[in-house]
């Protein structure tokens, strides 16, 4: 049984690389990928926690891997664990639906009995409107590869101080 199962969709493959990242910083055997297009939603049954990543498409689109795998889901795959999320969004090419994806897929698994963690500040981004936000902040880690690439870096080493302490938690409470 994978302790974490980090789901993610890709299109131009940077969400791909994020998870690949992300997996690095854990220790081995601690998270597993899985790539939504060739998965489906029972694997999150074997997980004790997950992380979910997906980038924007188009006009605050989610990819339709992502659309798919989310119509299949019932709160049976995803009721009380833990899951952390990450997007990827331009904020210069789409100011009004930044990171759209982010706050759909939120709004699906929050619906479903999810027991979300892992918000992220909104300063140092520029936009005008976004589905991730709540409260005024993102439901999730957000990563803009098209104009802030340079601030990657900091920003996963810091969400993951975050979130990785409460994942690895729900692995062993699970």
């Known amino acids: 049984m994978a302790k974490i199962g ?4 890709t299109d131009t ?5 994020i998870a690949k990242r992300i997996k690095k910083q854990f220790e081995e055997g601690e998270i ?10 029972d694997a999150m049954k074997d997980c004790e926690a997950l992380i979910v990543g997906t980038p924007t498409l188009g006009d605050g689109e989610l990819p339709d891997t ?6 299949q889901m019932d709160s049976s795959h995803v009721s009380g664990k833990t899951i952390a999320m990450f997007g990827l969004g331009d904020q210069v090419g789409y100011p ?9 897929t939120y709004k699906k698994l929050k619906k479903l009995g999810a027991n979300l963690i892992g918000g992220w500040s909104a300063e140092g981004y520029e936009f005008e409107k976004s589905k991730a936000l709540r409260d005024g902040e993102f439901v ?3 990563l803009d590869q098209d104009n802030q690439a340079d601030q990657t870096n900091e920003r996963l080493e810091e ?3 975050q979130v ?6 729900a692995t062993v409470t699970g």
């Open 96 to 104: 009004t639906e930044f990171v759209d994806a982010l706050g759909i």
């Open 6 to 9: 980090l789901f993610y969709a």
């Open 13 to 17: 493959g940077n969400t791909r690389k």
């Open 140 to 142: 999730g880690l957000v």
């Open 66 to 71: 992502l659309a798919a795998f989310l119509e």
């Open 159 to 161: 969400w993951l101080e």
């Open 164 to 169: 990785k302490p409460e994942l690895l938690g």
């Open 32 to 41: 597993e990928l899985f790539d939504v297009a060739k998965a489906t939603p």
